[in-house]
């Protein structure tokens, strides 16, 4: 009977470590001031636009999202500040790139417009051309998943999108079908992503989270291999934004770390027992 207690601590150990790689991730909330003090939100709508897949890569606010250590960048970016989801983790071995590099991604001040897509704050991104996508590239050593984020609908106004993209593609090129599908939201008419979602936007904004497993699949990225946000919207091109997109690096599943402890428990305790 003395294994109980082997058995309740490795089931804590499950717990906490299921815990703690749900809290280990960075959120881009695109918050990008234009002094340290952070009292300013940059307001220029070229975000993303004229950096290189293949480098070098300007010190500007087209590195946010790169290699974040710290919530509150104190580093100047080409004379730019950056601020991050706080309590999250962080992510210092993932780089972001905003695709294409000519009006494919452009960030929006929300409060210069009057706040017009639905409920998303101060700055946010929107895409101009089909398909736009963000890609996270971990190192050779580290993954990289995206867990959730937010749209929201130009106007405040209910919107379907319909013929949309939204997916999370592996090694994507830029082509619609290249790469690995890991995870597709909405209804998708032919299983891709890519082309033939649609789902409701409500007024103020709908969340996307993205699930440990999608079809059987691990929606993580290879060790390795860079994971892309691919989104279009369709009927509804420009008139979606998107914020808040959340994303770690180099953590197990938190279903499969679970998984694996209470199956070496259960185990041990059968075997204390016997």
Known sequence: MKAMPMFFRLGCAALVLGTAANLRATELTFQVYNEPTTNTLYTDLFYGWSESDSGPWPNTIYSYGDNVAVFNDPTSHGGKYFTYG???GATPDITVLYRPDNWGVRMFNASTFGNPYGDLQDNFIYETLNPSWVKFTPSATTAVQ???FDIGSYLNVPRTPV???????????????SGTLLWYGGTSASGTGQGDVTYTVPAGHLTFTVPDTFNGTNTAGAVGHPVSLVFWGGSQAANLGIDNISFFQDIPEPSTSLLILASAALVLYRVRRA
């Open 86 to 88: 706080a309590g999250r």
């Open 146 to 148: 995206v867990v959730s």
């Open 163 to 177: 013929n949309a993209t939204l997916a999370l593609v592996q090694d994507y090129t830029g082509t619609p079908g």
